[in-house]
Structures are given as C-alpha cells and as structure tokens.
C-alpha cells in the first residue's frame, strides 16, 4: 500500500473515532440532585470540550448511597464521575475537580423542619445557644458535615439512607435536617406534604465546596471538566446558569435576612484550602448578585 493509502485510512480511523461516543459512568445521584445545575453543568463541561476529546454518552449508574459510590470511585472500571464535598481520604481516592459545582452555596446550610417546630428555632442567635438547645440535627452517616458538625460541639442523629431522612424527620427522630441552599427548596417541594418545612431564621455556615470526582483510572477525564469548566466561567455561562438556578431560591431563603452561625472544618485539605481562598471572593459576589 502506498503513503497516500495509509494516510486515507489513518484518517478514517481517527474520522470513526470521532464519532464514537465515549460512554462515561456517571453516580446516579449525581443526575437526580436536587437542583438540576449540578447534571447540567456536567453535561455542558463535556459538550464544550468536545471537539478537544470527542463525543460522550452519560450512562448512570446503579442506584447507591455516598459512601458506597465512594468505595466504587476507588476501583478501576466502575463509577467514572461523582459529586460531593471533599477530604482528605476523597480526595485521596479519586480526583477532585477543584471548581465548585454550585457555588458556594454548600457552605450555607439551613434547617428543614417540622412546620409546628419554628418557634424552638427563632431565639437561637449563637453556637452556644443551638448546642444548649439540645436540638437533634440530622445528617447521613457517610456525608462530612457529620463530622464537621461533631466536631463542634452540635448534636447529630446518624441515618443510613438519603430518602429515608426526610421519613424519620417528620417521625421526630431529629428536628433539624441541615442541607445546603443549594438544595434545600427543591426537597421542601418534593417533601412539604410531610408537614416539613424550610427553618425561616438561622444559617449553619462552614466552608464546603461541592465538588467532581473523578476515578483515577481516568485522569483525562479530570482535565476535561477542568478545562470545561474553566471554559464555562470564563465565557460567563457558569454566572448564567448559577443565577437562572438560583435566583429566586436565593430571594426566598433571604440569606441576608438570616441569623449566620459559623462552624469551623477541620476537613479541609491545604490544597482545597488554597483554591476556596482563591475564588472566594467572586463567589461571594456570584451569591450576592443572584440575591437581587
């Protein structure tokens, strides 16, 4: 065969390859979180770099709570992708993606609770005052904010299952379910008939980004949402996408208006410490500005 031949064919192969979708395996809860920016600015991230790295298909996975998708992060050929607030050992695993996926709006952490509760929550206007409350907060065993908030000095009822929580609130199990503004009105609308309800007064703030990790076994794939990403904020769709998700959330949390009491966390790497210093600021603003 000669030279023209074998290029005509080296470019058909790469052509074919091209057209191949990549199939990436994507944790389930990644796709059904509660606010649809964090699957939306997965798959945006991916589509900006394709002409870089050609077409995806995003496959989800089985069904499966946090701490088991983390353990199926640190194996070769399962989950590819993943969502949650990092550490040191998750971050040892599986490859952070350093941007985070909503903002800074993890870091802001506000009750769901039983409607006729309100009044057990309206006086509390500092840590000590919640920790002498004896009010019970309710988290999921595997998640950080578990530890982060045992670690200073708060109370913590320890579930096993993620849908479950949302039962055994309005079953008096705990009084408190903390989630993040991220999230928190979209689970109210899911679970309002339970007679829960979003806490009208306080904030619980601590620094924790959400984030995307990546197995090891695809560091390409790290460096592809890291360059789309980067491309998103850039070009000033992240901004867009954030204010269009978050906007009329963030007026009816009336964060502003809100009572804020800060925990510290001991959880956070040097690395993660150095890139929330970095972008703190222009979140904030971002927050800010989709407040208006």
Not at 10 to 34: C, E, K, M, N, S
Not at 151 to 165: C, E, H, Q
Not at 211 to 240: I, M, Q, S, T
Request: glycine share 4%.
């Amino acid at each position: 065969m000669d030279s023209v031949g074998r290029c005509f064919i080296i470019v058909i192969l790469l052509f074919a390859g091209r057209l191949y979708a990549q199939p990436i395996i994507v944790w389930d809860r990644l796709l059904t979180h509660p606010n649809s920016m964090v699957p939306d600015l997965l798959k945006r991230a991916l589509q900006v770099t394709a002409d870089e790295y050609g077409p995806f298909q995003i496959v989800p996975s089985e069904r499966m709570e946090q701490g088991r998708v983390i353990k199926k992060l640190a194996v070769q050929g399962n989950v590819q992708v993943a969502v949650f607030a990092p550490n040191k050992y998750r971050e040892e695993i599986a490859i952070p993606v350093r941007i985070p996926v909503t903002g800074s709006l993890l870091s802001y952490r506000i009750c769901l609770i039983r409607r006729a509760d309100q009044a057990d929550f309206t006086f509390i206007s500092s840590l000590d005052d919640l920790i002498n409350s004896k009010l019970m907060i309710g988290q999921h065993q595997d998640w950080p904010d578990t530890e982060i908030m045992e670690a200073n000095g708060l109370t913590v009822w320890k579930g096993k299952k993620y849908d479950l929580l949302f039962n055994q609130l309005e079953a008096g199990r705990f009084d408190c379910f903390s989630r993040g503004a991220n999230e928190i009105v979209q689970e109210h609308y899911a679970h309002s008939y339970k007679g829960l309800e979003i806490e009208k007064s306080l904030i619980i703030y601590y620094p924790l980004p959400l984030y995307y990790f990546v197995n090891k076994a695809d560091p390409e794939l790290a460096v592809r949402l890291e360059k789309g990403l980067n491309l998103l904020k850039e070009n000033g769709e992240y901004e867009a996408i954030f204010k269009a998700k978050f906007s009329q959330t963030l007026k009816r949390l009336a964060i502003k208006d809100r009572t804020i009491i800060k925990l510290e966390n001991p959880l956070l790497t040097e690395p993660t410490k150095a890139q929330m210093r970095e972008d703190t600021a222009a979140f904030n603003k971002l927050v800010s500005d989709a407040s208006l």
